[in-house]
């Protein structure tokens, strides 16, 4: 029997959204996947329900420069860093209505350096697609869950080539690589400002409306990087801080007081903190929270055992 025009595009459409449907499934962040490649992403959906006080958002900065174990272990604090590589503030806003979900934290520090990553394509797809489209295809949500296994497997790779002791726990990923940055003082005074683009402020301000609506503190957050920070980017998170009424943290304006010592923190010249960056850096913040945050200390609740557990386990690998 002949097929006509018309059923060949009946055809091939219901392929495409079938192939379209399983892909979805493949890349929504369940608890499965939690604890394998999403691990860096999604394992915080693991955790029991309203046990974190404090999230962390962001890109690499964030997740490669705060311990939560050294906050629990220092402070008390339970947090969780759910920083994730090359990430939007697209996908950030969507990463914390999730986490919302199971969990209510007080605080929420989010990392400043996606400020400035732009994405005006998704952002036309997002206002594009209804939230009932992306409930039955969650591949546009998650479309960057791609980037985890790419991570997950660099990050093998580079265990058997070099050695180096890495792990991830609570979300922070520890690394002790070393290798220096050498270019001397980044930190130059200017007036100029860097303006936030239009998509990456439409998600900021959609977080900041979130956190505001929920009763949750919002702190920004700068991490000591010389490849990715600028002045001119902190005059205009300093004017947005400021203008919305958030604290603003910029740990570049605070090397000295922090201990930063380039030789040693960073994990590739300037553009991550390895783990020596970030005890420095996670001691630094977590004496802020404590000051100016009622964040409770949980080392003594026994609903937090097993964050005991893991803490004595953090200590023997860190200790190496």
Same mark, same amino acid.
């Given at each position: 029997?002949?097929?006509?025009?018309?059923?060949?595009?009946?055809?091939?459409?219901?392929?495409?959204?079938?192939?379209?449907?399983?892909?979805?499934?493949?890349?929504?962040?369940?608890?499965?996947?939690?604890? @394998?490649?999403? =691990?860096?992403?999604?394992?915080? +959906?693991?955790?029991?329900? /309203?046990? !974190?006080?404090?999230?962390?958002? @962001?890109?690499?900065?964030?997740?490669?420069? !705060?311990?939560?174990?050294?906050?629990?272990?220092?402070? @008390?604090?339970?947090?969780?860093?759910?920083?994730?590589?090359?990430?939007?503030?697209?996908?950030?806003?969507?990463?914390?209505?999730?986490?919302?979900?199971?969990?209510?934290?007080?605080?929420?520090?989010?990392?400043?350096?996606?400020?400035?990553?732009?994405?005006?394509?998704?952002?036309?797809?997002?206002?594009?697609?209804?939230?009932?489209?992306?409930?039955?295809?969650?591949?546009?949500? *998650?479309?960057?869950?791609?980037?985890?296994?790419?991570? *997950?497997?660099?990050?093998? +790779?580079?265990?058997?080539?070099? &050695?180096?002791?890495?792990?991830?726990?609570?979300?922070?990923?520890?690394?002790?690589?070393?290798?220096?940055? /050498?270019?001397?003082? *980044?930190?130059?005074?200017?007036?100029?400002?860097?303006?936030? %683009?239009?998509?990456?402020?439409?998600?900021?301000?959609?977080?900041?409306?979130?956190?505001?609506?929920?009763?949750?503190?919002?702190?920004?957050?700068?991490? %000591?990087?010389?490849?990715?920070?600028?002045?001119? =980017?902190?005059?205009?998170?300093?004017?947005?801080?400021?203008?919305? &009424?958030?604290?603003?943290?910029?740990?570049?304006?605070?090397?000295?007081?922090?201990?930063?010592?380039?030789?040693?923190?960073?994990?590739?010249?300037?553009?991550?903190?390895?783990?020596?960056?970030?005890?420095?850096?996670?001691?630094?913040?977590?004496?802020?929270?404590?000051? &100016?945050?009622?964040?409770?200390?949980?080392?003594?609740?026994?609903?937090? &055992?097993?964050?005991?557990?893991?803490?004595?386990?953090?200590?023997?690998?860190?200790?190496?």
């Amino acid at each position: 029997m002949k097929i006509t025009n018309k059923w060949k595009a009946v055809l091939f459409l219901g392929g495409f959204f079938l192939l379209l449907y399983i892909l979805s499934l493949l890349f929504i962040p369940v608890n499965s996947m939690a604890d @394998g490649l999403y =691990k860096k992403a999604n394992s915080i +959906r693991t955790e029991p329900d /309203r046990t !974190i006080d404090c999230v962390f958002l @962001g890109d690499s900065l964030s997740s490669t420069s !705060i311990s939560p174990m050294e906050l629990y272990q220092t402070y @008390g604090i339970a947090s969780y860093n759910c920083g994730v590589p090359a990430q939007k503030l697209q996908d950030t806003y969507y990463l914390l209505t999730q986490v919302l979900t199971k969990q209510s934290p007080t605080v929420v520090v989010l990392e400043t350096n996606a400020f400035f990553r732009d994405f005006a394509p998704i952002q036309t797809l997002d206002h594009a697609i209804d939230e009932k489209a992306k409930k039955l295809f969650p591949l546009y949500k *998650y479309h960057n869950n791609w980037k985890y296994f790419h991570t *997950y497997l660099l990050e093998k +790779r580079s265990q058997k080539k070099s &050695h180096v002791t890495t792990g991830t726990f609570k979300g922070f990923t520890y690394n002790t690589t070393s290798k220096p940055y /050498r270019n001397g003082s *980044y930190v130059v005074k200017t007036d100029q400002v860097v303006p936030i %683009p239009d998509q990456p402020m439409y998600y900021l301000n959609k977080i900041t409306s979130l956190c505001k609506n929920k009763g949750i503190t919002l702190i920004l957050y700068s991490a %000591p990087s010389p490849k990715c920070w600028a002045y001119a =980017k902190h005059n205009s998170i300093k004017e947005y801080a400021e203008s919305n &009424h958030l604290p603003y943290i910029d740990d570049n304006l605070s090397l000295k007081e922090i201990g930063i010592d380039w030789t040693t923190d960073s994990r590739d010249e300037g553009d991550h903190l390895n783990f020596y960056g970030a005890k420095k850096v996670t001691n630094f913040l977590g004496s802020y929270l404590k000051e &100016h945050t009622t964040l409770p200390d949980r080392r003594e609740d026994a609903q937090y &055992h097993n964050w005991n557990v893991e803490l004595d386990h953090y200590r023997s690998i860190t200790k190496k």
